[in-house]
């Protein structure tokens, strides 16, 4: 017979014996770990039960308090050296399942904990080692540079920890410098032409000082932000982790232009400044009429532009219009009419310059825009539905005198460029570019007269 194997009786009720002895232990356990959390879960409920009893009286309390007939005891909090400030408070009790709770209710609020903050905070811009009068706007050159800096508050000294240095640049539509004086209100409308911070910027690059005291960076990238405003602001943070109080720069605007060799005029209308300085533009009416243009290529190599185109009395003056909320391009125009002109003084007689000329023509016939003694510039007729597109016209001309006559003729010229000699192919182009791209215009004409 074949043998079969399993467990015998005796070893059955043995196994048996054993398991009913770890059982025992086992329930025994888990009957101590059900009546601790019972006992738990009871403690809990009456704490919370304690803290709101407690909590409605402090309620209560802080109505008392506040009384000017309510009995209070006082004390002093903080020794004499940090203050002795005295207090007054009411005790409160409740008691609650045989235990007595306690707490102390002051009339006194204490103030909240003030955010750190800097003591000053600037930016400048430079051209070299000098300092461009009132920061206006520059070129995306070499020689220029912009120049942020900040000096901590020494009241914040043990509770600063770091500064967030932050350079922000404006959306690429804008292009006017805001109003050189800085208390110019801006209206609703004024929002569309110029940049609101934060709404109308974003970070450029950032930064982290651990430093305390006074602290001067440079901005690295000028020529990556032409036709673009900067702010500079800074944000000390405090040993708790929470950030302090930001201060924000006023707004530095760069040109566009980026081609500045043997640049001898640039006439922008967008850089009149219409609203805060009267010797720029008056207010007749409803018109700005234009009394000085300036010239911005002569910022350079100088603290400040010191060659401006003038109308020869104050019946020849223009008018400085802006462009409509619904126009593409952003920004001034200097609306001319016979009769209605400036001039500058520019150039010798015998070289020869490139014109670049951003105009409308508002007559029936072409319109002369530029004249140097013998030598002028005209545009034509324009078609029917191009009447309000910005022309882009580029002209090489032999000078005839020092003086240019820009205007007197039905015109709306937006901006002036002259170079001294001739420009280069590649140098055109990056003119034309930044022309065509700030007007949002195709209509470019080659004028080699």
């Known amino acids: 017979m074949r043998k079969r194997k399993g467990f015998t009786l005796v070893e059955v009720i043995v196994s048996l014996a054993i398991l009913g002895i770890i059982s025992i232990s086992f329930l025994g ?12 879960k009871r403690i809990t409920q009456n704490a919370f039960k304690a803290q709101e009893m407690m909590e409605n009286e402090i309620d209560d309390a802080k109505i008392r308090v506040m009384s000017p007939s309510a009995t209070l005891n006082k004390t002093k909090i903080f020794n004499s050296d940090l203050g002795g400030i005295e207090v007054k408070y009411e005790e409160v ?13 002051s009339n006194v609020r204490p103030d909240p904990l003030e955010k750190i903050s800097l003591e000053s ?14 920061d206006y706007y520059g070129y995306a050159a070499d020689n220029f540079s912009i120049v942020g800096n900040f000096n901590n508050n020494n009241s914040y000294k043990w509770d600063h920890l770091l500064n967030q240095v932050e350079w922000y640049i404006s959306s690429d539509k804008f292009n006017m410098p805001l109003p050189k004086s800085q208390s110019a209100g801006l209206n609703d409308d ?38 673009r405003h900067l702010i500079y602001a800074v944000t000390p943070a405090a040993k708790s982790g929470k950030l302090g109080e930001r201060k924000v720069s006023k707004p530095i605007f760069i040109s566009g232009l980026t081609i500045t060799d043997n640049l001898i005029t640039h006439l922008d ?4 400044d219409a609203l805060s300085n009267t010797t720029e533009a008056q207010k007749s009416g409803t018109d700005y009429l234009l ?31 802006r462009t409509d909320l619904d126009d593409k391009f952003i920004g001034q125009y200097v609306r001319f009419n016979p009769g209605k002109y400036v001039q500058i003084n520019q150039g010798s007689s015998g070289g020869q310059v490139t014109v670049y000329a951003v105009l409308r023509n508002r007559n029936n016939d072409k319109s002369t825009y530029f004249v140097n003694r013998n030598n002028e ?27 240019f006559k820009i205007g007197d003729s039905s015109t709306d010229i937006a901006e002036l460029i002259i170079y001294s000699g001739n ?5 055109n182009s990056k003119v034309l570019d930044y022309l065509s791209n700030k007007y949002f215009s195709s209509s470019i004409i080659i004028n080699n007269e």
């Not at 005209?378 to 009447?387: C, D, F, G, Q, R």
């Not at 597109?389 to 580029?394: A, D, E, H, L, V």
Request: aromatic content about 12%; glycine content about 4%.
């Open 93 to 105: 009790k409740i008691s609650y399942n045989n235990k007595d709770y306690y707490t102390l209710v």
């Open 29 to 40: 356990a888990v009957s101590s770990h059900f009546t601790y959390m019972t006992s738990t």
């Open 269 to 272: 209308a967008s850089y009149i």
């Open 377 to 403: 510039l005209s545009i034509e007729v324009p078609a029917a539905e191009n009447a309000n597109q910005w022309n882009i016209i580029c002209s090489k001309i032999t000078l005839d005198g020092t003086n």
């Open 190 to 227: 004024e929002g569309h032409y110029y940049p609101i911070f934060p709404r109308d910027y974003e970070i450029f690059s950032n930064e982290t000082v651990y430093k305390f005291g006074a602290s001067q960076s440079t901005f690295p990238y000028i020529k990556d932000i032409a036709g």
């Open 291 to 321: 009394n000085r243009w300036y010239d911005i290529s002569s910022v350079i190599g100088k603290s400040a532009p010191n060659e401006v185109a003038l109308p020869p009395d104050n019946a020849s003056r223009p008018v400085v219009n």
């Open 121 to 134: 905070l600037g930016i400048k811009l430079m051209q070299g080692s000098v300092q461009i009068e009132n």
């Open 423 to 427: 420009i280069s192919d590649e140098n």
